[in-house]
């Protein structure tokens, strides 16, 4: 049976849903991570920088922006230092500017990903999967890739049937 890996970001507090700023207990992300793990099992990596991110929406976009731009990769709290024990390797995270946060980069970078399953997932208001899968392409060199999740993160608390299926069908291949 496949070895699980769910590496994700996902944001507490502020963040944007369907059009207005709400607060979040749990972010979008992590409840679909979750989802992943109840449907096909593994291990749950929780990505966290040492420096966080503005508690105000607004003010952590443009942190975010200004990291895209300078393809920046934030220190985080706790690194994976080895996927070895691993088969698939689901990435999980937000879609800041079409792309992962860089802190997710942070921690892939580090990794060896030869003879990997890499899936991809991305809560986003609108902008789907936008460049995750061709940036994992880059960065999870010599890596195999399944198809990848796009969930609207309004909906991620309703979205676990979709989510199981996905993964169940994507792992086993």
Same mark, same amino acid.
């Given at each position: 049976?496949? %070895? @699980?890996?769910?590496?994700?970001?996902?944001?507490? $507090?502020?963040?944007?849903?369907?059009?207005?700023?709400? @607060? #979040?207990?749990?972010? @979008? =992300?992590?409840?679909? !991570?979750?989802?992943?793990?109840?449907?096909?099992? $593994?291990?749950?990596?929780?990505? %966290? =920088?040492?420096?966080?991110?503005?508690?105000?929406?607004?003010?952590?976009?443009?942190? !975010?922006?200004?990291? #895209?731009?300078?393809?920046?990769?934030?220190?985080?709290?706790?690194?994976? $230092?080895?996927?070895?024990?691993?088969?698939?390797?689901?990435? /999980?995270?937000?879609?800041?500017?079409?792309?992962?946060?860089? &802190?997710?980069?942070?921690? #892939?970078?580090?990794?060896?990903?030869?003879? %990997?399953?890499?899936? &991809?997932?991305?809560? *986003?208001?609108? +902008?789907?999967?936008? +460049? /995750?899968?061709?940036?994992?392409?880059?960065? /999870? !060199? /010599?890596?195999?890739?399944?198809? $990848? #999740?796009?969930? *609207?993160? &309004?909906?991620?608390?309703?979205?676990? +049937?979709?989510?199981?299926?996905?993964?169940?069908? =994507? !792992?086993?291949?």
């Amino acid at each position: 049976m496949a %070895k @699980n890996l769910i590496i994700y970001y996902s944001r507490k $507090g502020e963040n944007y849903v369907n059009g207005g700023i709400k @607060n #979040l207990a749990k972010g @979008n =992300t992590e409840i679909v !991570a979750e989802f992943i793990q109840k449907a096909v099992g $593994g291990e749950l990596f929780e990505i %966290k =920088t040492v420096k966080e991110y503005a508690a105000d929406y607004y003010a952590c976009t443009d942190e !975010a922006k200004e990291e #895209l731009r300078e393809q920046a990769r934030p220190e985080l709290k706790k690194y994976l $230092g080895s996927i070895d024990d691993y088969d698939n390797i689901f990435v /999980c995270g937000p879609c800041w500017w079409g792309t992962f946060p860089m &802190a997710v980069f942070t921690q #892939l970078e580090r990794l060896d990903f030869t003879g %990997k399953k890499v899936m &991809a997932v991305m809560t *986003h208001e609108g +902008s789907g999967l936008g +460049s /995750c899968e061709h940036d994992l392409k880059k960065i /999870c !060199a /010599c890596a195999s890739f399944g198809k $990848g #999740l796009a969930v *609207h993160g &309004a909906d991620a608390v309703r979205s676990e +049937s979709t989510v199981a299926a996905w993964a169940k069908k =994507t !792992a086993a291949k």
